[in-house]
C-alpha cells in the first residue's frame, strides 16, 4: 500500500471548519483513501474513503485532487468532541481478497473555545 | 447495532504467563484483523482472517504470538510467555468483503489494554 503524509498536529476553533491535508503522492490506480480518526481510549472510527471522485457524509467531506497525489478531509463545522488523530490510508482494492489497513502516525486535531 | 466486541476490557498479567484475547466481529463480516498500539504509538497490524483462506500472519512479531478464528465468526489472539514489551492495547477489526469493489471499511471494537507485570 502506498504510504501517506500528514501533518503531525492542527488546531482548530469550534465552530470553524476543519481541513486534514493528506499526501499519497505514490497512490496507484486501484487504491482507494480512507479516512478513519481515533478518540482517546477508543478503537478507530471509520469516516470517509473514495476513489476518485469527491466525497460527502454526515460525517465529513473528502476532497481527492485531479491527480489524486492528495487530499483533504473536511469537518464542516468541528466541535469538542471532534479533536483526536486522524489517520489518511490508501489500501488497494483486489479481486479475490479484502487487504489490510496500514496505518500512518496520524494528525492530532485539537478543537479549541 | 452490535459492533465488535472486545474482552475483557482491561487484562493484567505476570511476566511468563500466557493469554487469550477475545473478539466478537460484527455478525456476517467475513474479514477479521488484529492489531496492537503501544502506548503514544500508531496501530501495528499483526494478522488477517478473511472467510476459509489461509491467515495473513506477517504482523506477528514472534512465535509466541498466534490467532484462531473457529467458525469463520469469533477470535481469539492468544500470548504465551508474556514479555513486559507485549503491553499495548490490542484491537479487533471486522469487514464485510460481500461486494466484489472489496472497499469496505473496517469497524474497530474498543480493545483490550494488556499489562505485563
Known amino acids: 500500500d502506498a504510504k501517506t503524509t500528514q501533518p503531525p498536529s492542527m488546531d482548530c476553533a469550534e465552530g470553524r471548519a476543519a481541513n486534514l491535508p493528506c499526501n499519497h503522492s505514490t497512490i496507484s490506480g486501484n487504491e482507494y483513501v480512507y479516512w478513519y480518526r481515533q478518540i482517546h481510549s477508543q478503537g478507530p472510527q471509520y469516516i470517509i474513503h473514495?476513489?476518485?471522485n469527491n466525497e460527502t457524509n454526515e460525517m465529513a467531506s473528502l476532497i481527492i485532487t485531479e491527480d489524486r497525489k492528495s487530499s483533504t478531509l473536511i469537518l464542516p463545522h468541528a466541535t469538542l468532541r471532534d479533536t483526536a488523530v486522524y489517520y489518511c490510508?490508501?489500501?488497494?482494492?483486489?479481486?479475490?481478497?479484502?487487504?489490510?489497513?496500514?496505518f500512518g502516525t496520524g494528525t492530532r486535531l485539537q478543537v479549541t473555545l | 447495532g452490535a459492533g465488535v466486541s472486545q474482552s475483557p476490557s482491561n487484562k493484567v498479567t505476570e511476566k511468563g504467563k500466557d493469554v487469550e484475547l477475545r473478539c466478537d466481529p460484527i455478525?456476517?463480516?467475513?474479514?477479521l484483523y488484529w492489531y496492537r498500539q503501544s502506548l503514544g504509538q500508531g496501530l501495528e497490524f499483526l494478522i488477517y482472517f478473511q472467510g476459509n483462506s489461509a491467515p495473513d500472519k506477517s504482523g506477528l512479531p514472534s512465535d509466541r504470538f498466534s490467532a484462531e478464528r473457529t467458525g469463520g465468526s469469533v477470535s481469539t489472539l492468544t500470548i504465551q510467555r508474556t514479555q513486559q514489551e507485549d503491553s499495548a492495547v490490542y484491537l479487533c477489526?471486522?469487514?464485510?468483503?460481500?461486494?466484489?469493489?472489496?472497499?469496505?471499511?473496517?469497524?474497530f471494537g474498543n480493545g483490550t489494554r494488556l499489562t505485563v507485570t
Open positions: 477489526a471486522s469487514s464485510s468483503s460481500r461486494d466484489r469493489r472489496l472497499n469496505s471499511p473496517l469497524h
Open positions: 473514495g476513489l476518485k
Open positions: 455478525s456476517g463480516h467475513t474479514a
Open positions: 490510508i490508501v489500501r488497494a482494492s483486489n479481486t479475490g481478497t479484502a487487504s489490510k489497513l496500514t
